[in-house]
């Protein structure tokens, strides 16, 4: 159901932002220092004085594959919901996210095509909604790219980025929740009336 994989998708969203507000702290405290020192010792770990850094790249390292798995935890939840709340397989899915240029718009218009199958409130807000989703990803992605060619700490992440990726997570979720979240049941006029206590 929708509905459950969506408490998924809160969840992976969640852990996402978490591993990566770690790395962008850790990046904040020792990751411009510690770049500068994994130079001087030109990457060799058997250099004099590299095993002064081992711990902060232990750290480090850590870090960065915790936010590979929860972003690919992340991923495979919002796959799987999409799948489910558009009514197509789980290969669409992905090959809409995945298959360029169909990636620029495919995952919008499953999106859409999941709101349209589902909910019945305001049309607008939900393409407004939508789209400040979209934009919002599309603008962390080139901030990501952008600082990895220009960063002088470890990955170039930073506060900036991750308030990008905040409010991309918050917006995704604001998504999942209008498509999947419980709609009052508007029985028909005949039923009503049916069970009203005048009828009787």
Not at 29 to 57: H, N, S, T, Y
Not at 107 to 133: C, F, K
Not at 176 to 186: I, Q
Request: charged content about 10%; proline content about 4%.
């Amino acid at each position: 159901m929708p509905q459950r994989s969506a408490f998924g998708v809160y969840a992976a969203l969640t852990s996402q932002i978490a591993s990566l507000a770690a790395l962008v702290a850790f990046e904040e405290l020792r990751g411009q220092d510690l770049a500068l020192q994994i130079a001087a010792f030109g990457g060799d770990p058997k250099a004099p004085g590299a095993e002064a850094v081992v711990g902060d790249v232990t750290v480090f390292a850590v870090l960065v594959m915790a936010l590979v798995v929860t972003t690919v935890f992340a991923a495979a939840a919002y796959l799987s919901w999409l799948a489910s709340a558009a009514g197509v397989r789980r290969l669409t899915a992905t090959a809409a996210w995945l298959v360029p240029p169909v990636n620029l718009v495919g995952p919008v218009l499953l999106a859409d095509q999941a709101w349209r199958e589902r909910a019945n409130g305001s049309r607008a807000r939900w393409l407004v909604l939508l789209t400040a989703w979209w934009v919002a990803g599309l603008t962390t992605i080139w901030l990501l790219a952008d600082s990895h060619a220009s960063h002088t700490n470890l990955t170039g992440v930073g506060v900036r980025e991750l308030t990008a990726a905040g409010v991309t997570a918050l917006l995704c979720a604001a998504t999942v929740w209008e498509v999947s979240s419980p709609r009052t049941l508007r029985l028909p006029r005949q039923v009503i009336a049916a069970l009203s206590p005048s009828s009787k």
